[in-house]
């Protein structure tokens, strides 16, 4: 238990992080230019943690599968950014921001870690605008904000629907200016295949060339992960097709533990599934719930006509409404937290409400949305507020200035006008709460192993809120690493270069030539999406929004059934020397195969209902997730030992000593 | 749906490819035309032949992977998409379907229809940045208020997501509007202005260095993007540009 | 000449130029020649004063011929840098779903317009340069309008000047309006400038063909 260190300071919450910094060493601007760091992932954590090394004078080596650093996943994400300026006014603050972090991911997050998280913040705005990022501006030319799901403020700055895009060019853009001065070595379509460990120490990782397939080597004081979540882990989710738990995975196999794997966020608004073909899930942004109502029909013989396309939902009187959420949650109503927006449509449609084919969507309206900004338009211009249909195109107007793009997107996939009918949403896998284990200083319990951003298990608990993976995405890579990696480097100012020559890196490049061999040599009848897909199935059926021991027990079962048969039957074709795709994917998710046992596990393990993480034996008498702070307010952090089965538990206590535990209600 | 595909097959940057034709069946208008691809795919793996490589990742619009060249259009007939989000629905059943890679000099083939873009990447070293460093203690955001109609024109600029289908689609295979995009968007924040006679002067150095052609106004472009980039930033480029070089 | 303007944005800013110069001529040359259809004095008076004047001959006319030239020599060197930039070409290529083919073809609409040029040359200017500076034949200051009645008579030289005045106008319609993008100018008068391209692109053109079957009939 020793080696669960998290080397949180002592000292009041709001003082921690400043103490730290002023207590932790330094490595001088001469010295560091002796220094390498690996970077793998140029997402958000990445590409901001990589300019930012870089910047402070190391040399800094960045590696990404994608074809450039721009592309990285962070790109998709649409909603905003959380930052406690208080710029409304309407009393923000860095406290309550902590305090809603804490209490939206369901206490089960490291407070000192959020406590930072939220203090730095308010840094990130004034850096991405010192960057040129575009925020969205009022008419005065100052910042603007929109409110997001489980909070009472509005704290969250946009870029429309494209935050994410915008802010990761931003730090793609940082990274150039470094990459220009020769301080970054971008490594484009590499992807990194293991860590390797000299004296215990993690000293640099082995990567593929996805082009000509070579195996390459690379060395440095230090690695940092960057490389984001595994919500690909089902198959279906809102994540890239390249997302993937590899890198993560393999340092867990080198001694990083693993922490909350089955901690899996299960985003609310997402277009439904529309059939088997279905090869990713496309998210709606939550700001969308700002305006939109969210609603099933109250009878269950409405549903089944809306179903088979008999009834249109816009005939349905209000009275034949069911808008549950607001029925439910008064105080937040269409604006609950993710996990209770998600397991309440889940709740519809499994009692029989839901309104497309396969039964598995609800509405989510705008039409109230479109007559009230209308009418606020019509009364604005000295227009009639009763004509209908001037109220209706302003209306619209209005409604397409804050999510045309959203509202585009929609129709082009599900081809319906979403200005004129309700659009149809539900939930999917959107992000990885779990992830490597780190310390206050972001290192794995591998020495020199850092995980940042959506790989390490973070600071979001068991549900994370709306725009906050951004924030600390960026927050890690910004301004927490940079200080917190000197701390472990000052040890390297006399190391010098690190070789790769030693037999630990040999070692290593072999044992990945050898696993793409037998790979490839197998030759079996199945490809490799059909196990991904069998895989995927297997973990939203049994380890998804609700859980119970026996199906977690079979989930596990059938996992590895499913795994050996993955190494007897997989096909796999062309050679290891050339591009190719389906060998990237297969290595992937061979690496699934192994997570979603220890997914399972962890479930399994963990016998409360937090955060979206219903599990059955365990919720209240009005079907409430039913929390169990005596027993379970710890951090689950899994040491490899050999097979998935076999992982051993360690527990992190975490302490709350600034906020008190209480049962969520958002009522 | 059945489909008769002519997909460009070539092994490596080396070897010459050809038109190769594929049949395909049961394809739903539901499908996205990446899934069609994942279909096809799936069929020539378990025939023993070596499935068709793309470049894809987010599949919803916003990375910028996707670069096909689909029946003589980039990112194919719909308007405001990439590949990705193109549906089998615009499609007839029973339609032959050219897929080529997007061609450009600049834009070598790696395999099939995998191109090389990191030309675009070269471009942005040269100067797709303004030269802050991080610190905790930047000026408060807002510091400099920013005319919101700048501000949403400098935003329209920058949610240019580098696909390349400009280039693909220009007859000259010029890369104006992708870096258009980019000067425009510093351009327009005071942030930007600092640098700016630098920052144009260099790109459009890279720009041409890389062997992009050049411009004529054709508009073809602003048509094919999918993010919808104007050409107004094409003529904000070429002031700036006039600027730069009268300042410098 | 690539080699003189480096920048791929200062040689089309070149050519925006010159082209202007050119749009700027022509209206000048259009002038000129209308004014044959109203008065045969006025037309003698204006081009005696073209054919005579010191300024006009000496610095004008150079000038304008090495705009000329310029435009389409640089126009020639983009055409054939701008199809390099795409070395494998695609198998299927449909352009005209997204630009118009005037604006595709700039080159064919060039080369038609300089072929004419080089008649014009042929039957204008270079008897006009014998007249006046190697044979110094005696300035008559009422030729003019004969020897322009003169070039109408013939009917294939009408169809042949009519059919190139409209390729000038499929050039001009693109040209007029891609000039004032090329330098900079897209806002809020940029639906004028094209309106005015378009007007000028079919009128002036038209214009010029008005004249030729005006003296033609007349003859």
Not at chain 1, 98 to 110: A, E, L, N, Q
Request: hydrophobic share 40%; proline share 3%; net charge neutral.
């Amino acid at each position: 238990m020793a080696k669960l260190d998290s080397k949180v300071p002592k000292g009041p919450i709001s003082e921690k992080w400043t103490n730290h910094k002023n207590n932790i060493r330094l490595v001088s601007p001469a010295n560091k230019r002796q220094i390498d760091v690996i970077v793998v992932g140029t997402g958000l954590a990445g590409g901001s943690a990589a300019a930012t090394l870089a910047e402070l004078g190391y040399n800094v080596k960045s590696f990404c599968f994608q074809d450039s650093p721009r592309r990285a996943h962070s790109i998709a994400a649409q909603g905003g950014i959380n930052a406690a300026k208080n710029y409304q006014g309407d009393g923000d603050s860095i406290h309550r921001l902590f305090y809603d972090t804490v209490k939206g991911g369901d206490y089960r997050s490291r407070e000192s870690n959020v406590h930072r998280l939220a203090e730095v913040s308010a840094n990130i705005i004034d850096q991405c605008v010192a960057q040129g990022v575009p925020f969205a501006r009022d008419y005065g030319g100052l910042l603007d904000n929109r409110s997001f799901g489980g909070v009472l403020v509005s704290r969250t700055f946009y870029a429309k629907g494209q935050t994410g895009q915008q802010l990761l060019l931003g730090a793609y853009s940082a990274m150039n200016r470094q990459i220009a001065r020769g301080k970054i070595k971008m490594f484009n379509r590499h992807e990194m295949m293991d860590v390797v460990l000299v004296d215990g120490k993690a000293r640099g990782i082995i990567t593929r060339n996805l082009i000509n397939g070579k195996i390459e080597r690379h060395s440095a004081h230090a690695v940092v992960i960057a490389s984001g979540g595994y919500g690909n882990l089902f198959f279906l989710s809102t994540n890239a097709m390249g997302s993937n738990v590899s890198a993560t995975w393999k340092i867990h196999k080198k001694g990083a533990y693993f922490a909350n794997p089955c901690f899996t966020q299960i985003h609310p608004t997402c277009i439904p599934v529309s059939g088997d073909h279905q090869s990713k899930l496309t998210l709606m942004s939550e700001s969308l719930r700002n305006d939109g109502r969210i609603w099933v029909p109250k009878t269950k013989e409405d549903a089944q006509a809306i179903r088979e396309g008999k009834l249109n939902p816009t005939d349905l009187s209000e009275d034949k409404r069911d808008y549950y959420l607001e029925r439910r949650y008064p105080a937040f109503g269409n604006l609950v937290p993710r996990d209770v927006a998600s397991r309440a449509a889940k709740e519809r449609c499994d009692t029989g409400f839901g309104v497309n084919k396969t039964g598995e969507a609800v509405f989510l309206d705008f039409a109230a949305a479109i007559v009230r900004y209308g009418k606020e338009k019509a009364h604005l211009k000295g227009l009639d507020e009763d004509d209908i249909k001037v109220v209706n195109e302003l209306g619209k107007a209005a409604v397409k200035s804050k999510y045309g793009n959203l509202f585009q997107m929609y129709e082009k996939i599900v081809d319906e006008n979403p200005y004129e009918t309700p659009m149809m949403i539900y939930p999917a896998v959107h992000y990885t709460m779990g992830g490597t284990w780190v310390d206050y200083n972001l290192m794995t319990t591998i020495p020199g192993c850092f995980a940042i951003g959506e790989a390490n298990f973070s600071d979001h608990g068991a549900n994370r809120l709306g725009a906050s993976a951004l924030m600390q995405g960026l927050a890690d890579g910004y301004f927490v690493l940079p200080y917190t990696i000197g701390d472990y480097l000052a040890d390297d100012i006399r190391t010098g270069a690190i070789s790769t020559d030693s037999k630990e890196f040999e070692e290593a490049e072999n044992d990945v030539k050898q696993k793409i061999e037998s790979l490839l040599k197998t030759k079996g009848n199945k490809t490799v999406d059909y196990y991904h897909k069998k895989l995927g199935k297997i973990i939203w059926n049994k380890c998804g929004m609700s859980r119970n021991a026996d199906d977690l027990k079979q989930a596990i079962e059938e996992i590895k059934i499913l795994r050996e048969d993955f190494y007897a039957n997989v096909l796999v074709p062309g050679s290891s020397d050339s591009f190719n795709e389906p060998l990237a994917k297969a290595i992937r998710v061979s690496d699934f195969l192994e997570l979603g046992e220890l997914f399972a596990k962890d479930a399994l393990e963990r016998k409360e209902s937090c955060g979206g993480h219903f599990r059955e034996e365990h919720q209240s008498k009005e079907g409430e997730a039913l929390r169990d702070d005596e027993n379970f307010t710890f951090v689950s952090a899994w040491e490899y030992k050999g097979n998935p089965s076999d992982a051993v538990l360690h527990k992190e206590q975490l302490n709350y000593e600034n906020i008190e535990l209480k049962t969520r209600s958002y009522k | 749906m059945k489909l008769t595909l002519k997909v460009w097959r070539q092994k490596n940057s080396k070897e010459k490819g050809k038109i190769e034709s594929y049949d395909i069946d049961k394809i739903s208008p539901d499908m996205s035309f990446l899934e069609m691809m994942d279909v096809l795919n799936e069929k020539l793996t378990i025939e023993g032949l070596d499935p068709v490589a793309f470049d894809h990742d987010c599949r919803e619009g916003i990375c910028g992977s996707c670069s096909m060249f689909i029946n003589g259009e980039a990112h194919g007939p719909d308007r405001l998409v990439t590949t990705c989000q193109l549906h089998m629905r615009k499609f007839n059943d029973g339609e032959t379907i050219y897929i080529e890679p997007f061609r450009a000099k600049t834009f070598p083939v790696i395999k099939d229809l995998v191109v090389d873009r990191s030309s675009f990447d070269r471009i942005q070293h040269a100067g797709g940045f303004i030269s802050v460093n991080t610190s905790g203690n930047t000026q408060d955001a807002n510091s400099i208020p920013i005319e919101k109609q700048k501000a949403d024109n400098a935003f329209d600029a920058a949610t240019c997501i580098g696909c390349g289908a400009c280039v693909a689609t220009c007859k000259n295979s010029s890369a104006m509007l992708f870096v258009s995009a980019k000067v425009s968007q510093y351009a327009l924040l005071p942030q930007g202005k600092i640098e700016a006679t630098d920052r144009v002067l260099n790109m459009v150095k890279q720009m041409d260095d890389e062997g992009f052609g050049n411009c004529t106004n054709t508009g073809a472009c602003e048509v094919e993007c999918p993010k919808g980039i104007s050409l107004e930033n094409i003529a904000r480029l070429n002031r700036e540009f006039i600027k730069a070089k009268i300042k410098s | 000449m690539s080699k003189v303007i480096e920048s791929s944005i200062l040689r089309k800013v070149s050519m925006a130029l010159s082209g202007i110069f050119l749009i700027i001529f022509l209206l000048q040359h259009f002038i000129i020649n209308i004014s044959s259809v109203f008065s045969e004095a006025t037309f003698n008076q204006l081009s005696h004063f073209m054919g005579t004047n010191f300024i006009v001959q000496f610095i004008a006319q150079p000038i304008l011929i090495l705009g000329v030239l310029f435009h389409f020599i640089m126009g020639f060197v983009l055409n054939f840098q701008n199809r390099n930039a795409r070395v494998e070409k695609y198998v299927k290529y449909k352009g005209s779903a997204n630009a118009s083919w005037i604006s595709r073809n700039m080159i064919i609409t060039g080369a038609v317009v300089l072929s004419f040029l080089g008649l014009h040359f042929y039957d204008f200017w270079i008897p006009e340069i014998n007249h006046k500076y190697i044979e110094f034949l005696p300035e008559d200051p009422n030729r003019y309008y004969t020897e322009l009645t003169h070039k109408f008579e013939d009917l294939i030289k009408v169809i042949l000047y009519t059919i190139s005045f409209g390729f000038l106008s499929l050039h001009l319609l693109h040209g007029f309006s891609s000039s004032f993008q090329s330098l900079g100018v897209n806002n809020k008068f940029t639906s004028t400038i094209k309106l005015i391209g378009k007007i000028y692109a079919i009128g002036i053109p038209f214009g010029f063909c008005f004249i030729a079957i005006f003296h033609y009939l007349n003859n």
